[in-house]
């Protein structure tokens, strides 16, 4: 399992055991600022560099001002410069520094920097705060946040997450199981807005209180079968026909209704768009099916909460944070499985409200 920290760039609050991976290059204290913080781990800043091409009939470079290369320079564990990836002239590049600036508000408002670590060969920097946590119908609930910059993707992100990240994985899996995230784009606002979402973080104390009330109710609110059922159907809906697949039927019909009647190439689409029809109503339904089967087991471990909505959005939450999938980098980046839970968490305070 690759860690993907660059040299021994990962730092944690010293009083933490060492991590998976056993690397160490310092430890914070408590009430140390991010930016003091990225100071001691070493700055990585990059530039946007024009990029150029050969041409060969004018036998000269062409500048190119529709895009840029954004270039990392030397640091420790790699002492040449390195290209980060390409982007628009309309990526506005936040730097490390900038970044770590912004968050020097959130120990101000009394959180602590948990941990640190630049990865990606010095392009990515993600910084992870403990924001106290809480007990909820018998369970530790951790309150982490963590912000994080990659230079070259698509947008920086701030997000509230149960996972202490410490390397390349846990962050992937601190962003899958986030259950509230900010984006910010890399365009020109990035900036302003990089600012207004801190002040938004330094205020979560008061969102904290009510996901606590949220999640309690949640115990206390029994489910029956249409209740049950409106949750399944809110989180994995059940796709509708595919237009097109209408379509070809509807010509089925006006030629006497024999698929015989039709092309070669449109039978062949028809068959084509029913298979991924079916794939996809079986994969809600397998979804469906395993947390009915995570519903049952939970009843079984915690009696005091059997069938409850409490049971349920642990077996939601469940599944989305551990099921496998073809790619979980790309689920987490378009939000897959954030959007199950969250279409499941809205329904199940509905159905908490209606008690």
Known sequence: MSHGITGDSFWQLGERGPAWHHIQGG????????????????????????????????QEWVPITSDFALLRGPIASDPSRKSLGVVTADYTVVQHAELAGSLDALVHAGWQLETAAILHDGGQLFMTFNADGYVVNGDDIE???????????????????????VCANTFNLGMQRATERISIPHFRTAHEELGWAVDVLAQAHARDEQVQEELTALGQTPMDVDSYTSVLDAAYPLPRPIRRMQA?????????????????DTLAEYTRLQESHEAKLALQQRLRDAVGERVVSFNDSRPQYADTAW???????????????????????????????????KQLLKVAAAR
């Open 248 to 264: 070809i039927q509807q010509r089925v019909t006006d030629l006497g209704g024999s698929f015989e009647a039709l092309e070669v």
């Open 311 to 345: 049971s349920v959005w642990n077996s939601i939450s469940e599944i989305e944070s551990h099921r496998r999938g073809k790619s979980v980098g790309t689920q987490v980046l378009f939000g897959e499985r954030g959007e199950v839970m969250a279409r499941g968490y």
């Open 27 to 58: 430890i914070f204290v408590p009430g140390e600022m991010p930016s003091v913080a990225l100071r001691k781990m070493g700055e990585h800043e990059v530039e946007r560099a024009p990029l150029a091409a050969w041409s060969e009939a004018g």
């Open 143 to 165: 309150n982490y946040w963590a912000a994080s910059v990659r230079h070259a993707h698509t947008a920086l992100n701030i997000v509230n997450t149960p996972v202490r990240m």
